[in-house]
């Protein structure tokens, strides 16, 4: 009777050799199934992602049936302050202060037309006093539920934007990569936008003011560290991406930004004397950017409102 009970209770557990070959398993079972989770989670946000662009690209085309022409994206405004694309396209969709793009914008950083303020002003800029409160004057081109603005100062912090004014606007992709810097939840890096110059055919470096497309546009805010490494993205650096560019050489910046936006199909036809094509894709509408899932711009993971080679 007694040695019944005592195996009994030897049986009513597990060995340690069980219980490591268990364990094994379990390793070896996540091992297999997170990165495939982590791949599946990624393809869902790359198609958020082509869903916002979508949803700003629709925006766009209504705004240019209204103004028969898409936003500037120039990196400056018409007064030679620095204010790029990314927050050009901000306030097209949804003006500087979230509350409409007003008609009579030039797009100009200090939230004027030159003689009366159209926005809330950013902190420190043009008096309140002159603001056109005339609210039948704006107009949102996209709901805020399709977007993910945020203020420079919020990603970047007070005092790190650059030459750009902290308080204004730019669209955050959907890939959480940045700490709001008030809020601490993760936000979204900036939606570069680049508007194309019908007047020119060009799209290389070494003919730069030939060019459909400038990279300059949003060089500045490209060139801002990341906010969560402190370093610079590889499509500002010129010692990244494509190989052989002398960093020392300031000739080649830009050199990414013209090898991942030109048409391979086109460029692969030769002309008589052998010189590649080279041509921009969308040459007739824009190009929206976004950093991806690892928040760097100029890597494989970009995603850009058109199907990359």
Request: aromatic share 10%; charged share 20%.
């Amino acid at each position: 009777m007694k040695a019944s009970r005592k195996r009994q209770k030897r049986g009513a557990g597990f060995t340690i050799i069980e219980l490591l070959t268990i364990m094994s398993i379990i390793v070896i079972l996540m091992t297999i199934l997170v990165p495939g989770m982590n791949k599946v989670r990624i393809y869902a946000r790359d198609l958020k992602q082509r869903a916002q662009f979508h949803a700003i690209s629709t925006a766009l085309e209504v705004f240019h049936s209204e103004f028969d022409d898409y936003p500037d994206s120039g990196p400056v405004d018409e007064t030679g302050s620095p204010y790029c694309g990314a927050m050009k396209l901000a306030e097209a969709m949804v003006g500087q202060d979230m509350e409409g793009f007003h008609q009579d914008s030039h797009f100009r950083a200090d939230c004027t037309d030159g003689n009366i303020q159209l926005y809330n002003t950013p902190t420190g800029q043009i008096p309140p006093a002159m603001l056109n409160y005339n609210m039948q004057s704006r107009k949102r081109y996209l709901q805020l539920e399709n977007l993910n603005p945020n203020r420079l100062s919020d990603l970047y912090g007070v005092g790190n934007t650059g030459p750009f004014i902290g308080d204004l606007f730019v669209l955050s992709d959907v890939y959480p990569t940045i700490y709001h810097k008030l809020t601490t939840d993760k936000v979204g890096s900036p939606i570069l936008y680049y508007k194309p110059n019908p007047a020119k055919t060009g799209h290389s470096i070494a003919t730069p003011g030939e060019n459909v497309y400038d990279f300059r546009d949003n060089h500045q805010l490209v060139g801002l560290p990341v906010p969560r490494e402190g370093t610079r993205h590889p499509l500002f650096d010129p010692n990244g991406p494509p190989d052989g560019v002398d960093p020392q050489d300031t000739s080649q910046l830009g050199a990414m930004f013209y090898r991942m936006t030109r048409n391979n199909t086109l460029s692969r036809v030769g002309t008589a004397t052998g010189t590649p094509l080279l041509r921009p894709v969308r040459a007739d509408s824009y190009i929206l950017w976004s950093a991806g899932n690892d928040g760097l711009y100029g890597t494989r993971d970009d995603i850009l409102n058109f199907k990359q080679d």
